[in-house]
Structure formats: C-alpha cells, structure tokens
C-alpha cells in the first residue's frame, strides 16, 4: 500500500531533524545560533518549508539549512530589532511592508530610488532587509509576501547587484516558500541588462514569478486601494517613521486572554470605579441640531449611583457616526477617542452590528499591543445582534495619535462553533478575500475647558433624562470647548 502524503512528509521532516543533528550541528554547532537548532527540533512547518523548496530532496535541504544558519548567526537575525537599524534608514522609507495584492499576499516594498550604492551602508541595508522578513516570518508564519520593487524615478546610481542577489537569495536561501511573486514597476531600458542577470540569479523556475509592469499593468496584481498615486493608485498612505508602519497591525496581548485571576480582578475593579469615572465625550457636528439640557439635583446611595452608572456607561458612551460595512456596522466610524493626558486616558467603546443573516467572527489588532486591553478581542456576533469592545489602556501608557486599531471580519457556516478553538481554525482557513476590514485612528481629545463630568461621591438623579439626552448634552459640552473632528 501507498503511503500517503501526510505520512510522506512526516518521515521526510524526521529523516531531516535527524540528519542535520547528526551531519551538520555535530561538526558546525559554533556557526549556528542555538535558537535557530532548538526550533529546527520543534517546528515541523519550518522543515517543510525547506524541503518544499528542494522538492523535497533531503540532501539539497541538508545543504539549504546549513547555509541559511549560517547567514542567520552571521546577521543576528534573531536579534535585530529596530535599534540595530540605524535610524535614518527607518526614516528614508526605501523598505517596509504596507498593504495586499490581490491574492491577499502582504505587500513588501523596495523603493529602489531611495537607495544609493554605497559599500559603507550594504550592510544596514541587508539587516534592514532581514528585519523585516524576520519579523514578518515570526508573525505570518509559512504566508507568502509579493515584492514591489518600484524602479520609478530610478537612474544608473541606484543600481547595486550585490544588494538585488541579498534580496533574492534572502527568498531563496534564508526564507523559502515565502516568496509569491516580484513585480518590477516601472523599470528603465537602462536596467535591462541588469534583470538579465536577476533571471540568471533567480533559476528557471523562479523566472515565472518576476512580474514587469507598468502602471496600467500593476493593477493586474495589486488594486488600487493598495497602491500609491504614482502607480495609477488611490492609497492615501503615506511612509514616516516613528512608529513602524501603522498598517502592521499586530495581535492585542488581550487577544488570547488574561490570566482568570487577573480578569476578575480586573472586572471588579471596574465595577467599583465605575461610578467615579470621567465619562468620555464625542463632539458630533451632525447632532448639534440635537442638543439637550441635564438636571442633577436628588442625592442617592452610592450604591444607587454604581448600579445607575454601571447601566447607563455603555449606552452613553456609544459613538453617533457609523462605518457601514458589507458584514459589520462599525462605530464609531473613523476615530476612537480618548480623553487628554490630563484629564487621563480613559475607556472609550467600538460597536459591532451584524448586518448578514449569519454568525460573523471579527478579531480586533493594534499597531501597538503593549499600551491597550481590548475586551473582547476575538469573539463572534449573532445575525442582527451588536457587541460592545471595551478599548482601555494599562496603566500609566499613554494614548498617542498615531496608534491604530484594526476590525477583522468574516462570515461563519451556522454550523460552525464559536468558542475559542473553534474561531482559531477558522482564522486560520477562512481565505484574505472573505475578510472585511476597517481601520480606525486614535484622537486625543484635548481641551483647556472641561469636557467630561466627574461622578464623585455625591448623587444625581438620571431617571428623567435618557442615555440619549445625556451623550448628546456632553457632545455639546465638547463642542463648545472648541474640541474639532476631522
């Protein structure tokens, strides 16, 4: 009996580990960084990825993996981080990852204009390169990227051989499987001689993933909603540094949950702080029309207070304005908001509205996981149904203006289960072109005048004004503070 492919490929990634232990880590153990052999013993994906790139012949992966530990330890690969990099490279915007092609493979440009030949910098520059790739590879584990190398405003000076053939062997060598394809854009006859060389470089096989184009053509690989003006697109990106590109979205430490311990605690705490909370204000030009007046005259309990607040806070706190998407209503549309240094970050509140007839699962990530809890942060909403994320930072971060949140979306079988395994396959299958995705900035509301009503210890009596009347009373209070939207 044949044996199948799944036993096949287990007993070529055994035979593998096995060899490379025993004919390479013996002999070559002190050129090769110890982090990079215990994962070759655990990660089976990463094995395959080497032998699907020498058809699965053991030896030529023996001799792939050898040389690409090798330039792993010589590059600390597993140590670069953005401090390795020196800054100005950051700055200049010649190498990043931004956006998707049309097969939902990440977008990862090389504006060859920016680059100079220059054997003093090569060096930077193939770090930055590898910085990238390593970040992406710990992240998207075995997903393809597309190389956009935009030759557009290029000249004889920025043609550097050595630095295309890092590149390419970077594909090559050092992260195989993850190339999908190379679209060259714009490139001047004068290179031509220069990618008869690449083809040479990149073998037989290889050549069919090189893509020249022009700015009619680019649009057969990349929409226009990811590509930038200069290539016929409609992408308002623009590349600064710092941060990182903000289209890096990366997952909240939220998402896979808090420890229980520190969950109920954290509940608790919010509970019993909910009635001296600043509550948060949204000025909302469209509902100035609406305005309305609040009386707080009659003491209560605090305990009154609590459970009133504790009600009241979600429905006071939801936003006006309202991304209409294919899968999700989104709200607020554009912006989070959150209440000025001074006055101290507080809870702000995205609102989710099924608008399909089935069960959407949506996930929620952030270019900057370390500052915010996002509750929830993976779960699914029922058809008709709306769910509330709470958006909070820890403790003592700062909110900044350009940090960016990220809602996932996609429809779900109604047969499939939404608990937490079940949402993590379906992740993991569901393909790029049946997620929705909406973008949404941060926006500090700064103002010298106050904005925000402090519930201390002393009582108010809310029952002759709505949840309603009370948002749209504080949304003019912001107003008149001089507080503006975009």
Request: with cysteine.
């Amino acid at each position: 009996m044949a044996e199948c492919p799944t036993q096949n490929k287990a007993k070529l990634i055994s035979e593998t580990r096995r060899r490379f232990e025993t004919d390479y880590v013996t002999e070559k153990s002190d050129k090769y960084d110890p982090r990079d052999v215990e994962r070759l013993q655990q990660d089976d994906n990463w094995i395959e990825n080497y032998l699907f790139w020498r058809h699965n012949n053991v030896d030529e992966t023996l001799k792939m993996l050898d040389e690409s530990f090798q330039w792993r330890k010589e590059m600390s690969v597993n140590d670069l981080t953005e401090s390795s990099i020196p800054r100005w490279l950051l700055e200049i915007g010649g190498i990043y990852l931004h956006g998707y092609d049309k097969e939902g493979n990440k977008l990862f440009w090389i504006r060859v204009k920016y680059h100079i030949k220059d054997h003093k910098t090569t060096l930077d520059k193939k770090k930055l390169i590898a910085f990238w790739l390593e970040r992406y590879a710990k992240r998207e584990n075995g997903k393809p990227v597309t190389v956009m190398f935009d030759l557009s405003e290029t000249g004889i000076n920025n043609i550097d051989m050595d630095f295309v053939r890092f590149i390419i062997n970077c594909f090559k060598v050092y992260y195989p499987k993850y190339l999908s394809k190379m679209v060259i854009f714009d490139m001047p006859w004068i290179m031509n001689a220069a990618f008869k060389i690449v083809k040479s470089w990149l073998g037989p096989e290889a050549v069919s993933l090189l893509k020249f184009t022009s700015k009619n053509e680019v649009q057969d690989y990349v929409s226009v909603e990811y590509l930038p003006p200069h290539m016929g697109g409609t992408d308002p990106f623009k590349y600064s540094y710092p941060p990182l590109v903000d289209d890096d979205f990366q997952t909240p430490l939220c998402e896979n949950g808090p420890i229980a311990s520190e969950d109920e605690a954290s509940s608790k705490e919010d509970l019993e702080s909910d009635g001296k909370e600043t509550l948060e204000t949204i000025c909302s030009e469209e509902q100035t029309a609406l305005l309305k007046k609040i009386n707080i005259t009659e003491h209560t309990s605090k305990a009154e207070e609590n459970e009133k607040v504790d009600s009241k806070m979600k429905a006071f706190k939801k936003p006006l304005s309202v991304f209409k998407g294919p899968l999700l209503h989104i709200s607020p549309a554009e912006e989070l908001y959150f209440g000025s240094t001074e006055s101290g970050e507080k809870k702000t509140l995205i609102v989710l509205t099924n608008v399909t007839k089935n069960i959407v699962a949506f996930k929620v990530r952030t270019t900057a996981p370390e500052k915010y809890r996002v509750k929830p942060s993976n779960s699914s909403c029922d058809p008709g149904a709306s769910v509330d994320i709470v958006v909070s930072p820890h403790g003592g971060l700062t909110v900044s203006a350009q940090d960016r949140f990220l809602i996932m979306a996609a429809e779900m079988e109604q047969s499939s289960g939404t608990g937490p395994a079940e949402l993590t396959q379906f992740w993991k299958e569901v393909p790029r072109n049946k997620v929705m995705e909406h973008r949404l900035r941060c926006h500090i509301v700064e103002s010298s005048k106050p904005t925000t009503l402090t519930l201390k210890d002393s009582a108010f009596n809310m029952s002759d004004k709505t949840s309603e009347d009370l948002y749209l009373q504080f949304a003019n209070s912001s107003r008149e503070s001089d507080v503006s939207t975009p």
